[in-house]
């Protein structure tokens, strides 16, 4: 059964100290891996598509690596304006209308 | 340019009472997704529009939900008979579409709550 796990479920950070978030999938084929920002109260934000094991793309303090199992969202030195929910969601190869998200992981950053 | 719009962004209901929610995806996107969101939960994959047809209504949880899109823009999420556990935020998405570009944007969403 294609699925995707995401920890931790909450990450609290002092401002500053970097981390990285997971995202553990298991589909029969994968089209693309996508990350989202979702802040309380609206939908989620695009930030990152990947699409084979070993890209990597990177947005300001945010850099999101892929390999055949999982992908990860590496923060560094985070700022309180990071504190979000972060989504990641995978893309069925064999059926492109197929996108299976994670629960998110909450990420709280401390000034 | 505009993002996907949704109305209303707060619905309060009436448990057996029937609403509808609004979509308006990016102008040129073929793509619709409709999702739900409960607490704490991922989005929970609804129904699939390609144009105006619903190719994929696998989502939908029971006869009470329907949903039609018109133009290949506008899309409507009816829920007939609401219960209370429909309470939740209703997502829409939209994409160029298959091929062209398959990243979703998301809406606001539309978060009702059924008393």
């Known amino acids: 059964e294609d699925q995707v796990t995401q920890s931790p479920e909450a990450l609290r950070l002092q401002e500053g100290e970097s981390s990285s978030l997971n995202c553990s999938y298991t589909?029969?084929?994968?089209?693309?891996l996508f990350w989202y920002r979702q802040d309380p109260g609206k939908g989620p934000e695009f930030l990152f598509t990947?699409?084979?094991a070993g890209e990597e793309k990177e947005k300001e303090r945010l850099k999101a690596t892929l390999t055949k199992k999982e992908s990860f969202l590496h923060i560094t030195a985070p700022k309180p304006e990071d504190s979000a929910t972060y989504l990641c969601?995978?893309?069925?190869?064999?059926?492109?209308?197929?996108?299976?998200f994670g629960s998110g992981t909450k990420l709280n950053v401390k000034p | 340019g505009a993002g996907v719009s949704q109305s209303p962004s707060n619905k309060v209901t009436e448990k057996g009472k029937d609403v509808e929610l609004r979509c308006d995806p990016i102008?040129?996107?073929?793509?619709l997704y409709w999702y739900r969101q409960s607490l704490g939960q991922g989005l929970e994959f609804l129904i699939y529009?390609?144009?105006?047809?619903?190719?994929?209504k696998s989502g939908l949880p029971s006869d009470r939900f329907s949903a039609e899109r018109t133009g290949g823009s506008v899309s409507t999420l009816t829920i007939q008979r609401t219960q209370q556990e429909d309470s939740a935020v209703y997502l829409c998405?939209?994409?160029?579409?298959?091929?062209?570009?398959?990243?979703?944007?998301f809406g606001p969403g539309t978060r009702l709550l059924v008393l």
């Open positions: 990947l699409y084979s």
């Open positions: 969601a995978v893309q069925d190869v064999y059926n492109f209308n197929k996108f299976y």
């Open positions: 102008s040129g996107h073929t793509a």
């Open positions: 589909v029969s084929g994968l089209r693309g």
């Open positions: 998405a939209s994409s160029l579409g298959p091929g062209q570009g398959e990243t979703q944007y």
């Open positions: 529009f390609q144009g105006n047809s619903a190719p994929d």
